[in-house]
């Protein structure tokens, strides 16, 4: 699969601004500020597709990138406490409008920053994935920021602190050093190809 030609497609703010689900897509989920659009842009060795920003709470809408055979989905990130009741329940509206269409997903990235432990909500969302019986791996970000004593230890607890799914695959990843990149590509290459094989 391509990802050298990815292109922005559309930004939905409500869920009846979702474009149809007729391509398989792969879907970024994660906390504000975890990396999500960086992890996109590296992806598609883009500097600045998906906005960037060190201010949370940045990217408030779905934003869909088109590849060949493809769709990336950027979700808004969550938990960030200083967005209003009113933008959180706009957020819900849409990403549950999201979840609950008839869409062809291929994947789910979870980001979860690898120099903490799992959040509330990244806890929740990944109950939410495996409830909905939604295929998906966790990518742990900002890998640049460990040390090699530090990324042992946070290796260690993650898996730990994932341990209750079986078989879940975590990939440390860095949108700095480009760790994890090849291997995402590939996996992302294979289910969009083939979405069954992650089951
Ligand atoms: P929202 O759109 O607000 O949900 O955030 P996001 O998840 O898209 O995060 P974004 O990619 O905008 O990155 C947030 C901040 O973290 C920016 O300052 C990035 O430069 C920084 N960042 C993202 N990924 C990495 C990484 O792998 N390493 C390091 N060192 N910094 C990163
Ligand atoms: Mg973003």
């Known amino acids: 699969m391509r990802f050298d030609n990815g292109v922005f497609e559309l930004a939905a703010g409500r869920s009846g601004q979702l474009p149809a689900g007729d391509l398989p897509?792969?879907?970024?989920s994660g906390k504000s500020n975890v990396g999500k659009s960086s992890l996109i842009n590296k992806l598609l060795n883009r500097k600045n597709l998906a906005r960037v920003s060190a201010t949370p709470g940045k990217t408030a809408t779905i934003n869909f990138y088109r590849l060949d055979q493809a769709r990336l989905v950027d979700l808004p990130g969550y938990g960030y406490a200083k967005v209003s009741l009113a933008e959180k329940k706009r957020w819900a509206e849409l990403v549950e409008g999201y979840f609950q269409q008839e869409r062809n997903l291929a994947l789910v990235v979870q980001l979860v920053d690898m120099r903490h432990p799992p959040t509330k909500d990244d806890l929740?969302?990944?109950?939410?994935?495996?409830?909905?019986g939604?295929?998906?791996?966790?990518?742990?970000?900002?890998?640049?920021?460990l040390n090699q004593t530090e990324r042992r230890q946070r290796l260690a607890a993650l898996e730990e602190a994932f341990s209750d799914y079986e078989g879940l695959r975590l990939i440390p990843f860095s949108s700095v050093t480009?760790?994890?990149?090849e291997e995402?590509?590939?996996i992302l290459s294979s289910v969009a190809e083939e979405p069954e094989e992650l089951g």
């Open 178 to 181: 480009g760790e994890g990149v």
């Open 134 to 145: 939604f295929p998906f791996l966790v990518a742990l970000t900002k890998s640049d920021k």
């Open 25 to 28: 897509e792969i879907v970024f």
């Open 184 to 186: 995402l590509r590939g």
């Open 124 to 132: 929740h969302m990944i109950e939410f994935l495996c409830d909905g």
